[in-house]
């Protein structure tokens, strides 16, 4: 294949990244500003596409698109690139349920490999806060059967906000 042909095979590929019924989008920016750029930055990139969610429990979820840009080991995404995504969306659904925060400590369990260019689902919930400790956990999957990471994510309020 020459590199034109790779070029246009990626390019502005049309990604669905709508919600569950019973999901309202959510509007990141507004609540922390647009320094969200690493994972979210470039909504119609070949890197991640993402969209936010929060469902009638108010627990923030996230549509995301894993583009080629993501690629670790040959047609997968690089763990890195998973990582980033649950640092973001987990401290993400901290601030979202009320926490000023930044990420302490991510654990994150790489369960299965993760196919690019694929659209996925993240779920997140609040599981404890305990002083300025607030734990998030998430997962990353397709399907019931397939989840791809696990993430568990220590957030620190930040004193003063
Ligand atoms: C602004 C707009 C953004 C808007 C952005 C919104 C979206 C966020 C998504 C992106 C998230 C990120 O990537 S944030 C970027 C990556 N993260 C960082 O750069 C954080 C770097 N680390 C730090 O700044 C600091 O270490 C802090 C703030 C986390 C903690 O420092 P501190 O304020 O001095 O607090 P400290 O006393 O040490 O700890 C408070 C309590 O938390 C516990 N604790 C602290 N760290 C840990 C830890 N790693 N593992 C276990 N426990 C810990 C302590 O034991 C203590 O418990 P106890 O004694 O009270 O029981």
């Known amino acids: 294949m020459s590199a034109s042909n790779r070029v246009s095979d990626t390019a502005n590929p049309s990604v669905d990244l709508s919600g569950e019924e019973g999901w309202n989008e959510f509007d990141a920016p507004s609540l922390v500003g647009d320094s969200l750029r690493f994972v979210s930055g470039e909504p119609d990139g070949n890197r991640f596409r993402t969209r936010y969610y929060r469902d009638a429990e108010q627990h923030l979820h996230a549509r995301i698109w894993f583009g080629p840009e993501t690629e670790g080991p040959p047609g997968h995404a690089h763990g890195g690139s998973i990582a980033a995504v649950m640092d973001e969306a987990l401290g993400l659904a901290?601030?979202?349920?009320?926490?000023?925060?930044?990420?302490?400590?991510?654990?994150?369990?790489?369960?299965?490999?993760?196919?690019?260019?694929?659209?996925?689902?993240?779920?997140?919930?609040?599981?404890s806060v305990e002083g300025r400790k607030v734990m998030i956990h998430g997962k990353l999957f397709c399907d019931e059967e397939t989840v791809y990471a696990e993430g568990q994510c220590l957030c620190i309020t930040i004193p003063g906000r």
């Open 94 to 127: 901290a601030w979202a349920a009320g926490y000023p925060i930044v990420v302490g400590n991510l654990n994150v369990s790489f369960r299965a490999m993760l196919p690019i260019k694929k659209v996925v689902t993240l779920e997140s919930q609040v599981v």
